[in-house]
């Protein structure tokens, strides 16, 4: 019990980096599959005069597969660091989850949705410090 915790010390940020990254990933595929519909709806109306706007199933469905697979490598990050002390797949994680949030940016930029856009760049932040602190 005693070198968990020397490893949770020794490792926090990058523990709370991940585990910050797999709650915003995970519930964000949650709120998907539980709300499909809702979800299908409402980024009907916000991409409507995009050239996005026939893709929003497809596009849904390809975002929802990478939050959950994101979510998953982020806590398989944080068990891989308690049991080997290596950050490959945290790492991993985290590159995976900054690229997830550059398309989402573009898709809010597409959109003319700039405040949108703007609560991306909080969660970029946050996955790049990941990229840095696990690499």
Do not use: C
Not at 55 to 83: A, H, R, S
Request: glycine fraction near 8%.
């Amino acid at each position: 019990m005693e070198t968990l915790y020397k490893i949770g010390m020794s490792h926090a940020a990058q523990l709370l980096v991940l585990a910050f990254l797999a709650i915003t990933f995970l519930q964000s595929g949650y709120d998907k599959i539980t709300d499909w519909k809702g979800n299908v709806s409402f980024l009907n109306a916000h991409f409507a005069q995009t050239f996005l706007k026939n893709k929003i199933p497809f596009l849904l469905g390809f975002i929802l597969l990478f939050e959950i697979v994101t979510g998953i490598l982020n806590i398989v990050g944080i068990f891989e660091i308690y049991i080997n002390e290596n950050t490959f797949i945290g790492y991993l994680s985290a590159v995976l989850a900054a690229k997830i949030l550059l398309m989402l940016l573009f898709g809010q930029r597409i959109a003319k949705d700039y405040a949108g856009a703007m609560t991306i760049a909080v969660y970029f932040i946050v996955a790049i410090i990941g990229v840095l602190i696990l690499k």
